[in-house]
């Protein structure tokens, strides 16, 4: 009984040290580039403009069976050099199709 119990153990032991770990953590998103348009009435040409939002990896979620990601953001930024930088504090994400390279910077789905 006991040899059964010990074998029973170390198989469990086993399976479990096998098991993959998640660990959610934070993630900074960085995209730069040059632009050319106007904000608040202040126009800019051919200006760097850099987007840096941070999330949190336990919040991907997944569209259509894993073909789209999106991961909300804890907070977001926008800098436009000459300019200056926004915080954004309308509720923001990011959504990546990995097959196509395609990454957005929307406003929330959920905020309307």
Not at 3 to 7: A, D, I, K, Q, T
């Given at each position: 009984m006991r040899?059964?119990?010990?074998?029973y153990a170390g198989l469990v032991v086993?399976?479990?040290s096998l098991?993959?770990?998640a660990h959610a953590t934070s993630i900074t998103y960085e995209i730069s580039g040059v632009a050319s348009g106007t904000i608040g009435g202040t126009t800019f040409t051919n200006a760097l403009v850099e987007l840096t939002g941070t999330g949190d990896t336990a919040n991907v979620t997944s569209l259509f069976s894993g073909e789209v990601f999106g991961n909300p953001f804890n907070s977001?930024?926008?800098t436009i050099g000459g300019i200056g930088t926004?915080?954004?504090t309308d509720p923001s994400e990011i959504w990546a199709i990995p097959v196509s390279g395609l990454f957005q910077f929307p406003r929330s789905l959920s905020a309307g």
């Open positions: 040899l059964l119990f010990s074998v086993a399976i479990l098991a993959p770990n977001f930024t926008v926004a915080t954004i």
